[in-house]
Nanobody, 118 residues
Framework: QVHLVESGGELVQAGGSLRLSCAASGPTANRYTIAWYRQSPGKEREFVAS????????RYADSVAGRFRVSRDNARNTAYLQMNNLKPEDTAIYYCNAARAGDTLDYWGQGTQVTVSS
């Protein structure tokens, strides 16, 4: 089992930057792919970025590619989402997810609110 806690969300002006953190706990947490998703009011949750358990194979949604960077530090059991050049449309609750190929269960954090003002 993996427990995830996101942090770092806050109100920021357009063009600004934020770094979100996802602290993972559990005996095998470092063996899971960590993905970031976001959900805005009235919209479905959407994929933002992911990073494999070894820290490689980053993937990004087209809407954030070139502005966001995903990483992880397994020594700290923490994944990060560096968000630059933020836009009002990036406003959402950001969630991290832990998943592993072959497992039927995946895990979610409680989310952290990011608000970008114009």
């Amino acid at each position: 089992q993996v427990h995830l806690v996101e942090s770092g969300g806050e109100l920021v002006q357009a063009g600004g930057s934020l770094r979100l953190s996802c602290a993972a706990s559990g005996p095998t947490a470092n063996r899971y792919t960590i993905a970031w998703y976001r959900q805005s009011p009235g919209k479905e949750r959407e994929f933002v970025a992911s990073v494999a358990w070894w820290g490689g194979s980053p993937r990004y949604a087209d809407s954030v590619a070139g502005r966001f960077r995903v990483s992880r530090d397994n020594a700290r059991n923490t994944a990060y989402l560096q968000m630059n050049n933020l836009k009002p449309e990036d406003t959402a609750i950001y969630y991290c997810n832990a998943a592993r190929a072959g497992d039927t269960l995946d895990y979610w954090g409680q989310g952290t609110q990011v608000t970008v003002s114009s």
